[in-house]
C-alpha cells in the first residue's frame, strides 16, 4: 500500500509493509459483492451465503454440521472478546503468553470484560506445556485468585512462528488433563497453515481445540471472520454473546459472500500463500545482505535488524513498524506482505533513467529531498547532455495498481531489501509470470483454431516473439487468450480461466484509459468474449465499444501516416493488417453480442470507410495486396469480390454477421403484437423488408465459392487444410440466418396455420413447390432444412476432431433444438421425418450439456430446453389433450429469442396469475391452480406459459389441427 507524508513541502509516495490489511479486496469478492447486491436475503446471519459458506467451510474442515457451529462476525478484536467472554465467567481467567495479540494489541478489550489475563513468557512467540502448568500451578489459591479456564493461543503467533500439530497436540493434552478450555486465534490462520514449516491440517486443528476462527481480514476480505465451536458447552447461547456485544450484523450476507469466494475454491489458502513467499522473498535478500533476522520466517512477517541510520533511509520509501530499539544503534523492523504484495523480483527492464543537468542530485530526489542520488547517464529536456557515470532507479509505477515499489540495487549493502514491480510479477500479481513460453504458444493455437470469428492473430510474428523474449507480449495479453483457452488445455498446467480473466479486468480498469494500443485493444475484444460466455452481455458489450473506439483512433493514426508517407507503407502493411483485422472482428462481435440478449444499435456494413481483411494467405506471408476490398465493393456488381474463398474468411464472416444481425433484429421488432393485428406497419412495407434481407442473404451466399457452401462441400476437406471451425462459422451464421428469416415468414403469414398443416396433409411431398418464398410448405421446409443442417455441420466438425463449442455455436444449438423438438409434433417437411426429427433433438440435447461445461452462458438454454422439452414430450403423449385458441400466446412476446435473463417480460394478466406474496415479501412463481387465471372456463397454466414465451413457431392456433396420427 502506498502512503503519503508531508517531506519539504513535497508529498513522497511510499509503499507499506506495515500490516496485511492495508489494500481493499480480493477484486474476485468484490465482483462477488456486486453480482449479489441486489438480491433479497434474510437478515443476521440466516441468508443463502452465509448458508452457504458455512457448508464450504465444514467440507475443508472434514466436518459434519453436527460436529461443529460457525458464526461470523466483523472483526479479529470482536472474534476474540467474544470468544473468551462466552467461555468465562466472571471469576474465570484466561492464559496467554506475553507477547500474545490479546495482552498487547487489544486495547485492555478483554479486562474490560471483567476478566484477568494470566501472562506467561513465550518461547519464540508460542505457548509451551511446561510454562503453561507452571502458569495454571501458580493461580491456584481459591477463592483468592482469578481461576483458570482458558488457554489463548495464536496462529500464527505475534512474531509469525506457527505451531507443529505435536506442539499443538502436547498443549491440547495439557489443557484436557488440566480442565482448560484451547481456543486458537486464527486472525493468521492462513498463514500459519500455507507455512512450509505447517504440518497440520484444518481437521486437526478442530480436533486439537474447543474454539478456533478464522480471519478473513488478513487474507483478502473487506472484513469478517468465522468462529468456529467444536465444544458444545461453549456453542450453548453463542449467538446472545455475539449480540450483546453488538456484533451480529443485519447484513450479514455481507461476510457470507466474501466466505463464500474464499472456500468455493482454495483461493483462502492461495493468498496467504501468495503472503508468505513474497516475505520470503524479503528475508532471504536481508539476509543474503549480512543482516540478522530475529525470529525465522515462516509466514507472512519478517523480522530484521537493522542499523538506525539505514532504517531512516529505507522510511523514506517504505512504511513499516520499527518494532522494539535495542539501544545499540540497532531496532527490529517490522515487514508485513499481504495477499496483494506486488512480486519481490528485480528486473532490470524496469530500471527508469533519472533527468538531469549532470550532477546530482536528479530532479526526482531533489523533488523528493532524496539524500544520496547516483546518477544515471544524463537525460535532460534538451538531449544535450554527455553521459555521466553511476546508476540510479526511480520507482516504477506498478501496471496492477497505483502504488509503486522501488529497487535501489545498486546501493548494494546500503539497501536490505530489493523489492521492484517488474513485468513478470508474481503468480498472484499477474498469474502469467509462470506460463511457460510452450503454453503460451499452444494457448494461441487453440485461440486461432477455436474462435474463428474473433481471430485477429498474425501468428508467425507472435510465436517468434514469445519464444525469442516473452517479455515483448503485454502479460495482459496473454492472460486474455488464457481466459479464453485454458478450459481447453487440459494437458497444459493452467489456473482457471476466471484467475486470468480477473487479472485483465483489473489491468484493463487501469490502461484501457492510457494512450491506445493494439495489445490492449485485442485484450478488451478476447475479454468481451470471454464475459459474453459467462452470461455477461452488457459487460461483453462495453468491453467491445471500448476496444472499437480504441481501434479507430489507432487506424486514424496509421491512415495519417501512410498519407504522410506512402512510401513505407508495404514496411507498415502486416502490422496496418493487425489493426483492420481487429477492428472488423470488433465489429463481427459487436453483431454477435445480439444473439440470445438485447439487440443494440451496430454500424451499418456499406457505411464504414474501413477496408476489408486481406486474405488469409497475403496476411500470414506479409504480402501487399494489390486493392483493398471495402465494405461497399461486396456485391455482384463488383467482379472482385465474387467467388471469395474460405482464405477470406473474415471478410466474409463480418458480412454474414451483419445481415444476420438485422435478420434477428427485424423479426423480433416484428414480433410485438399477434401476427394478424392490425397495430402492425402496413403489410407491404413488412414485406419490402423482408424481401430485402432475403435478397442481401442470397447475395452474401452468391459472393462466395461454391467451396464454401455446407452440404455441398463437406466439413473434412477444410479440416484437412485448418480451417474447418472457420467454415463451420460461415454456415452456422448462412442457417441462422435462414432460420429467422423464414421463421419471421412463418410467423407472421395471415392464414391460420391450421390451414397450412391442412394443405401439407393434402400436398404430403408431392409436386409441392418450393422456390416460392410464400409459400407455406416452402417456409417450413426451409426453417427445418437450415435447422437440420445447423446439427449437421457442428457434428461432422467434431467427429473431423475439431470441435467448434462457442458461445454462438450454442446458441446456434438452442434455437434448433427448439425447431427440431416443434419438428417432432409437425414432422411432415422435416427431411427424414420424425425419426430424422427425434434423433436432431437429441444431438442438440447431448450439445448443450457439453456446453455447460465450458460456458455458463450454456445453463440457461440448456434449463430452457430441458423445460422445452418435457412439454413437446407431454403434448405428444396426452392425445386427448385440450388446447383452446388464447392457451398459449407466444410469438408476439419473442424480444430477446434465447435471452439469458432469469426472469422473462410478462403481461399484466400473466403477472397476477403467477405473482404471488410470500410471507418474506418476495415474489415467486407458484404452480397451485387456485392461483392461476381461469379464463371462459379454462384454467390456464401460466407458470407453464411463461416458461414458453420464448420458444419457436407457436402461436394461439398451433396445437387446433393436431394430427396425432403423425406420432405414429
Known amino acids: 500500500m502506498p ?34 447486491n441486489y438480491t433479497q436475503q434474510r437478515s443476521y446471519g440466516e441468508d443463502e451465503y452465509c448458508i452457504r459458506a458455512r457448508e464450504l467451510i465444514r467440507q475443508h474442515l472434514d466436518c459434519r454440521e453436527d460436529d461443529v457451529a460457525i458464526y461470523f462476525v466483523p472483526s479479529g478484536t470482536s472474534a476474540n472478546l467474544i470468544s473468551i467472554a462466552s467461555c468465562l465467567r466472571p471469576f474465570e481467567a484466561v492464559i496467554a503468553v506475553d507477547s500474545g495479540h490479546i495482552v498487547c494489541k487489544e486495547a485492555g478489550a478483554i479486562e474490560a470484560t471483567g476478566h484477568k489475563i494470566i501472562q506467561v513468557p513465550a518461547v519464540a512467540g508460542k505457548l509451551t506445556p511446561v510454562t503453561l502448568e507452571k502458569a495454571f500451578k501458580l493461580n491456584q489459591f481459591s477463592p483468592h485468585m482469578a481461576k483458570p479456564r482458558l488457554v489463548y493461543i495464536s496462529n500464527a503467533s505475534e512474531i509469525g512462528t506457527v505451531y507443529t500439530k505435536s506442539e499443538l497436540t502436547q498443549i491440547s493434552d495439557t489443557c484436557k488433563r488440566l480442565g482448560l478450555w484451547l481456543l486458537m486465534d486464527g486472525a493468521r490462520i492462513g498463514a500459519a497453515l500455507s507455512s512450509h514449516k505447517n504440518d497440520m491440517s484444518w481437521r486437526d486443528i478442530v480436533d486439537l481445540t474447543d474454539i478456533f476462527w478464522i480471519g478473513g481480514t488478513k487474507v483478502g476480505a473487506l472484513l469478517g471472520e468465522a468462529i468456529v465451536i467444536k465444544n458444545t458447552q461453549i456453542r450453548q447461547d453463542f449467538i446472545y454473546h455475539i449480540k450483546q456485544h453488538g456484533a451480529l450484523l443485519a447484513k450479514g450476507r455481507v461476510i457470507g459472500i466474501q466466505f463464500s469466494e474464499f472456500f468455493g475454491s482454495n483461493l483462502f489458502l492461495d493468498l496467504a500463500s501468495h503472503a508468505n513467499n513474497m516475505a520470503q522473498k524479503i528475508a532471504r535478500n536481508i539476509t543474503s545482505l549480512g543482516y540478522p533476522l530475529i525470529a525465522e520466517t515462516e509466514t507472512n512477517q519478517v523480522f530484521a535488524k537493522l542499523p538506525l541510520s539505514l532504517i531512516e533511509y529505507l522510511r523514506e520509501r517504505y512504511d513499516f513498524y520499527i518494532w522494539e530499539e535495542s539501544g545499540d544503534g540497532d531496532a527490529v523492523i517490522r515487514l508485513v506482505t499481504s495477499w496483494a504484495t506486488e512480486a519481490l523480483q528485480v528486473d532490470k527492464r524496469a530500471k527508469v533513467k533519472c533527468i538531469h543537468q549532470g550532477q546530482p542530485p536528479c530532479q526526482r530526489c531533489q523533488k523528493g529531498n532524496i539524500q544520496g542520488c547516483i546518477l544515471t547517464s544524463p537525460r535532460s529536456s534538451s538531449g544535450k547532455m554527455k553521459s555521466a557515470t553511476g546508476k540510479h532507479n526511480v520507482k516504477k509505477i506498478s501496471n496492477t495498481r497505483s502504488s509503486s515499489v522501488i529497487s535501489d540495487t545498486s546501493l548494494n549493502a546500503a539497501i536490505p531489501v530489493q523489492i521492484q514491480t517488474a513485468n513478470t510479477q508474481d503468480l498472484r500479481t499477474n498469474p502469467v509470470s509462470g506460463i511457460s513460453q510452450s503454453t503460451i504458444i499452444s494457448a494461441c493455437d487453440v485461440y486461432r483454431k477455436r474462435f474463428p470469428v474473433a481471430n485477429f492473430l498474425h501468428y508467425p510474428s507472435l510465436v517468434a516473439d514469445i519464444s525469442s523474449n516473452r517479455s515483448n507480449v503485454d502479460p495482459v495479453f496473454i492472460a486474455s487468450l488464457l481466459s479464453m483457452c485454458a478450459r481447453f488445455m487440459p494437458d497444459h498446467e493452467v489456473q482457471n480461466e476466471e484467475v486470468y480473466a480477473q487479472y485483465v479486468r483489473s489491468e484493463l480498469a487501469q490502461r484501457a484509459f492510457e494512450a491506445p494500443s493494439l495489445d490492449i485493444a485485442q485484450s478488451l475484444v478476447i475479454i468481451s468474449f470471454y464475459e459474453w460466455g459467462c452470461g455477461n452481455s452488457y459487460k461483453a458489450w462495453m468491453y467491445i465499444g471500448m476496444a472499437m473506439y480504441m481501434i479507430q483512433s489507432l487506424l486514424r493514426t496509421a491512415d495519417d501516416t501512410m498519407e504522410q508517407s506512402p512510401q513505407d507503407f508495404p514496411a507498415f502493411q502486416t502490422q496496418y493488417e493487425k489493426l483492420v483485422r481487429t477492428y472488423w472482428v470488433c465489429f463481427s462481435q459487436d453483431c454477435e453480442l445480439s444473439s440470445g440478449a438485447r439487440q443494440h444499435f451496430a454500424l451499418a456494413f456499406h457505411s464504414i470507410s474501413v477496408p476489408l481483411p486481406i486474405s488469409d494467405h497475403q496476411f500470414i506471408f506479409n ?149 416460392n418464398d410464400d409459400d407455406e410448405n416452402n417456409i417450413i421446409f426451409n426453417i427445418f432444412e437450415a435447422a437440420k443442417n445447423v446439427s ?72 430452457a430446453v430441458q423445460e422445452a422439452d418435457k412439454f413437446y414430450v407431454a403434448a405428444k403423449e396426452n392425445e386427448s389433450l385440450e388446447v383452446r385458441p388464447g392457451h398459449f400466446a407466444l410469438a408476439s412476446t419473442l424480444d430477446e429469442y434465447g435471452d439469458i435473463r432469469h426472469q422473462r417480460p410478462r403481461n399484466d394478466r400473466q403477472r397476477k396469475a403467477t405473482t404471488a406474496k410470500t410471507a418474506t415479501g418476495s415474489d415467486e412463481v407458484v404452480n397451485n391452480p387456485t392461483l392461476n387465471e381461469v379464463e371462459n372456463g379454462n384454467i390456464l397454466s401460466h407458470s407453464l406459459e411463461s416458461e414458453l414465451l420464448q420458444w419457436p413457431f407457436i402461436d394461439e392456433t398451433w396445437t387446433t389441427n393436431l394430427d396425432y396420427r403423425w406420432f405414429t
Open 3 to 36: 502512503s503519503s507524508e508531508a517531506c519539504s513541502g513535497q508529498s513522497i509516495l511510499r509503499y507499506s509493509f506495515v500490516d496485511d490489511y492495508s489494500e481493499g479486496a480480493h477484486p474476485l469478492i468484490l465482483d462477488s459483492l456486486l453480482r449479489n
Open 623 to 771: 504480402q501487399s495486396a494489390k486493392e483493398r476490398l471495402m465494405p461497399r465493393n461486396l456485391s455482384l456488381d463488383c467482379l472482385g469480390s465474387r467467388r471469395l474463398g474460405i482464405d477470406y474468411g473474415p471478410a466474409i464472416i463480418a458480412r454474414g454477421f451483419d445481415i444476420f444481425v438485422r435478420i434477428l433484429r427485424f423479426a423480433n421488432a416484428n414480433r410485438r403484437n399477434d401476427p394478424v393485428s392490425s397495430c402492425f406497419a402496413p403489410r407491404l412495407s413488412v414485406n419490402a423488408t423482408w424481401q430485402g434481407l432475403k435478397k442481401e442473404l442470397d447475395e452474401w451466399r452468391q459472393l462466395q465459392d461454391i467451396t464454401v457452401h455446407f452440404p455441398i462441400t463437406g466439413v473434412q476437406a477444410h479440416v484437412a487444410f485448418g480451417y474447418g471451425e472457420v467454415f463451420t462459422y460461415i454456415n452456422l451464421i448462412f442457417f441462422m440466418s435462414v432460420l429467422f428469416l423464414y421463421r419471421d415468414r412463418f410467423l407472421s403469414g395471415l392464414k391460420r396455420y391450421s390451414e397450412l398443416f391442412e394443405n401439407s396433409n393434402k400436398d404430403s411431398n408431392n409436386g409441392t413447390d418450393y422456390s
Open 792 to 863: 449437421e455441420i457442428l457434428w461432422e466438425v467434431e467427429a473431423s476432431q475439431s470441435p467448434v463449442i462457442t458461445p454462438y455455436s450454442g446458441f446456434s444449438v438452442f434455437v434448433t433444438a427448439h425447431v427440431n423438438m416443434y419438428a417432432t409434433i409437425v414432422p411432415h417437411h422435416y427431411p427424414g421425418g420424425l425419426q430424422a426429427a427425434e434423433a436432431e433433438k437429441k444431438r442438440n440435447m447431448v450439445y448443450l450439456e457439453r456446453l455447460t461445461r465450458f460456458w455458463p452462458v450454456g445453463n440457461q438454454w440448456w434449463k
